[in-house]
């Protein structure tokens, strides 16, 4: 089975602060993904990618950025937290081209920043 | 715009009914996703299909392309069965692969 796991479940944050949202993916996936979503919108992807170092901006790249050193481990990091990043972050993997396959996706992370 | 559309918003149902949850869309896909999410956060990819008919147990998702209009069904419903139900497609741009772009979910209730 594939695995898909997120560092934590519920995160609190002061505003300014820099986060750390980590991902990591046991079956050797190409593809990792971070979506967050909100009520009402859905989800909407924030940045993937495709091999060690590569990235790609999703819908909504603003205010985030990545880090992929490992294959099986993807960081979405905000640099400077601010309260209407108060969301759930999903995290999700997949092989083959990007969106082309069935992605897997990790319990989530709910961030809230006060 | 791209967008697809779930309806119902949310759906009360009684063990035992057949559920349908309907998904839309406005152009040219390559592949269309059910998932589903339940309280809690996970998410789980039921089926992904390009045309025609899949089913996995109690789970039937069907999709029409001409009418840019997919179906998933629930046989027999269950309280188990209560979480959002998520659409998603992957649309065409001219040939090359687009991200995925997804529905705001359908949150079914199976009372027992």
Redesign the interface.
């Known amino acids: 089975d594939v695995k898909v796991t997120q560092s934590s479940r519920y995160l609190v944050k002061r505003t300014g602060e820099k986060v750390f949202l980590e991902c990591v993916q046991d079956m050797d996936h190409e593809n990792m993904f971070w979506y967050r979503q909100d009520p009402?919108?859905?989800?909407?992807?924030i940045y993937?990618s495709y091999d060690v170092k590569m990235k790609e901006k999703?819908?909504i790249p603003e205010g985030y950025s990545v880090s992929r050193e490992k294959k099986e481990r993807f960081s979405l990091i905000l640099e400077s937290a601010s309260t209407n990043q108060t969301s759930?972050y999903?995290c999700?993997s997949s092989s083959g081209?990007?969106?082309?396959?069935?992605?897997?996706?990790?319990?989530?992370t709910?961030l809230t920043v006060l | 715009k791209n967008e697809?559309e779930q309806s119902p918003q949310n759906l009360t149902a009684q063990e035992g009914e057949f559920i349908t949850i309907n998904c839309s869309y406005s152009v040219g896909i390559?592949?269309l996703?059910w998932?589903q999410q339940h309280p809690?956060?996970?998410?789980?990819?039921l089926f992904?299909l390009s045309s025609g008919k899949k089913k996995h147990g109690r789970l039937i998702a069907t999709i029409n392309i001409q009418e840019k209009h997919s179906s998933l069904h629930i046989t027999a419903s269950h309280p188990r069965d209560s979480a959002v139900y998520?659409c998603?497609v992957?649309y065409n741009y001219g040939g090359s692969?687009?991200?995925?772009i997804?529905?705001?979910?359908t949150k079914l209730s199976v009372k027992p």
Request: net charge positive; charged share 10%.
């Open positions: 009402g919108l859905g989800l909407r992807l993937f999703g819908d759930m999903l999700a081209l990007p969106f082309t396959d069935t992605q897997y996706f990790g319990p989530g709910r | 697809v390559s592949a996703h998932l809690g956060g996970g998410i789980v990819s992904m998520i998603a992957r692969q687009g991200n995925l997804f529905g705001k979910g």
